[in-house]
């Protein structure tokens, strides 16, 4: 899986990274100036991310899993962006899921990155690049966690920035991820949403969401609850429109 990775960061349009490979594994037989391998225990990688972030000096990061793909016009487009928004704090990308056998499927589009949806999926399906204070508060948003947790907890550090640091989105896939992977425990993605709740002033109960793996979010408001009258011109579908009531 990890060479299909290898594979899409290698044939980049852009050209300026590099790429440092956190692995149980020993290292194969490579020999690039872009690349350094790391042979690591699992419950070492989120200290060891946290180093090679500070040590490399770099303005910008991202994780990606084993077996996830970039497209090959990725990096170029995250530079062209940040070229325009040099002060943002995260860039988000669409993406989607790749299967064993290549095939491509469940698009993941995050268009106007719609805060409250973002918080009641919990989850990221397309390429994060974050700001080094950005991806280094999240790393110790997650502590030992597994590093597979690390995007949903920079984007929810990120929506806290305000204009010019506030996340931008580019609307374009640009990763493929892998559908091998164990998904990251609700309760501990909740854990991270209230604690970025609290971080915005916000009093929130969460509950199960009506799709499965998301959370349903009931703010906290003070006096009484507004009541909205909903108008509708036109009723031509009367059944349509009953259902949708109910």
């Known amino acids: ?6 594979r899409s960061i290698s044939g980049q349009l852009y050209e300026h990274w590099h790429l440092d490979v956190l692995s149980s594994q020993p290292a194969p037989q490579l020999s690039s100036s872009r690349l350094t391998w790391h042979t690591i225990a699992p419950d070492q990688a989120s200290a060891l991310t946290a180093k090679l972030i500070v ?48 095939t491509l499927s469940r698009p993941w589009l995050a268009p106007g990155m719609n805060p409250d949806w973002i918080r009641s999926c919990l989850y990221v399906g397309g390429l994060v690049i974050g700001a080094t204070r950005t991806m280094l508060t999240a790393l110790e948003d997650i502590g030992a966690s597994p590093t597979n947790a690390l995007p949903i907890a920079a984007l929810l550090r990120a ?32 854990d991270l949403l209230q604690a970025h709740l609290a971080r915005c002033g916000r009093s929130a109960q969460l509950e199960h969401g009506l799709l499965d793996d998301t959370c ?22 009367r059944d349509a429109m009953l259902r949708s009531v109910e």
């Open 159 to 190: 929506l806290e920035e305000h204009a010019p640091a506030a996340p931008c989105h580019i609307s374009r896939i640009s990763l493929h991820r892998t559908e091998t992977h164990q998904p990251i425990p609700l309760e501990f993605r909740a």
């Open 55 to 102: 040590q490399s000096g770099e303005a910008w990061h991202t994780l990606i899993n084993g077996g996830d793909c970039l497209t090959e016009d990725a990096l170029l487009f995250a530079a062209q962006q940040l070229l325009d928004a040099p002060q943002t704090a995260l860039l988000l990308t669409d993406g989607d899921s790749v299967g064993q056998d290549g």
């Open 216 to 237: 349903h979010i009931k703010y906290d408001h003070d006096g009484v609850q507004p009541s909205i009258a909903i108008l509708i011109r036109e009723l031509t579908y």
């Open 1 to 6: 899986a990890i060479s299909r990775s290898l």
